[in-house]
């Protein structure tokens, strides 16, 4: 790439992921709402990962914008990130032992054009079941993550199966982002 990279997030997974690449890159958060209208899944994940480019696209007119969201869905529910001790309970609760799938969507700005590349990544996961002593020792230990868990924390045995890329559950699916990367430069060129 030509043009610097910008990944919209504060994430220390998503850096951690996207400097697996070997393509340099910036960090610029977003700081966008993460609040939406849409209540399909993939459609929330996908408008707010475009969201968080095109927001520091605006800032940053000369350069590529990587922006992520991910969401966790469980019977129906929306899970993103716990907004308090409380609500990490009731989701811990509510994933335990279950399956549900972890939906994050990838969008890619060309700042100079406001060409835009966009994906949207599903995995299923199903969560150990633990006792309720035993989830109560996790209640507040990821709150800055969709789910209120870690699948990344070797020391986080709730997550017993994940079927479909693990790093999205992590919160980046490098898969996605390389095809992103490709069409762009492709374009490009």
Request: charged share 25%; proline share 5%; hydrophobic share 45%.
């Amino acid at each position: 790439m030509h043009r610097t990279l910008i990944l919209a997030s504060a994430s220390p997974q998503r850096r951690k992921l996207l400097r697996s690449l070997g393509v340099p890159f910036r960090v610029c958060p977003a700081r966008i709402s993460e609040t939406c209208a849409d209540a399909q899944p993939s459609r929330v994940a996908a408008e707010l990962a475009l969201r968080k480019a095109r927001a520091v696209a605006a800032r940053h007119p000369r350069s590529i914008v990587l922006g992520a969201d991910t969401i966790v869905v469980c019977r129906g529910s929306v899970l993103v990130k716990p907004v308090s001790r409380a609500d990490n309970a009731r989701m811990l609760d509510s994933l335990n032992g279950r399956w549900h799938r972890v939906v994050t969507g990838v969008a890619l700005v060309d700042a100079s054009s406001g060409r835009v590349w966009r994906e949207v990544v599903v995995s299923r996961v199903k969560a150990r079941r633990l006792k309720p002593e035993e989830l109560a020792l996790f209640v507040g230990k990821h709150m800055d993550k969709a789910g209120g868990y870690a699948v990344q924390d070797r020391k986080d045995p709730f997550i017993e199966r994940v079927v479909g890329p693990f790093d999205n559950v992590v919160g980046l699916p490098l898969s996605a982002v390389r095809r992103l990367l490709r069409a762009a430069c492709h374009r490009r060129a």
